[in-house]
């Protein structure tokens, strides 16, 4: 399959994402906190929905793909194309009702960077993608990888602002890296 297959691919990724979350928009819904103690990391039910669909969708159209979720871990995460999936990069905005979050979507393949990243809606979210693919496959270890989100690559974190929902999404992740966080 080539690259331009995989972006029609990821388009309907973050088509079904949408359309999965968007629903759950500005709508009362419960949240639960999977963060440490002393953090709030929140999760919805529209977490959970669009990442299960996303989760489908590809399983039902690469079989020997492996996915690796923020909300549902590893899958085949050795597999020579692998699929990064954030469902909403920012629900904290989300829960709150402002528009400044997005579902990311990377595919990385056995190669030293992700083949194909797409952000659905929010900031550019590459470096989130970097890190990750540096955290989780390259087992670059963590310094390395928090890099990826530093002012070194254009990355400035700042409360409500989209690339500050990088920063906490990471964050969140690190449990599953192996990580201690901060």
Known sequence: MTAID????????????????????????SIEDKGRPGSFDPVTAADHAAEAAMRTLIRRTFPDHGIIGEEYGRERADAEYVWVLDPIDGTKSFISGMPAWGTLIALLRSAPKPVLIHCKQGSD????????????????????????LSVRYGHIAIPLVGTYEMDRSFEAMEPRLGFQGP
Not at 7 to 29: H, K, M, Y
Not at 125 to 146: F, M
């Open 125 to 148: 979210r590459t470096g989130l993608a970097s890190a990750l693919y540096l955290a989780a496959l390259a087992k670059a270890g963590e310094p390395v990888s928090e890099e990826q």
């Open 6 to 29: 995989f972006s029609a691919f990821v388009d309907e990724l973050a088509t079904v994402s949408g359309e999965t979350i968007l629903p759950f928009f500005r709508t009362a819904l």
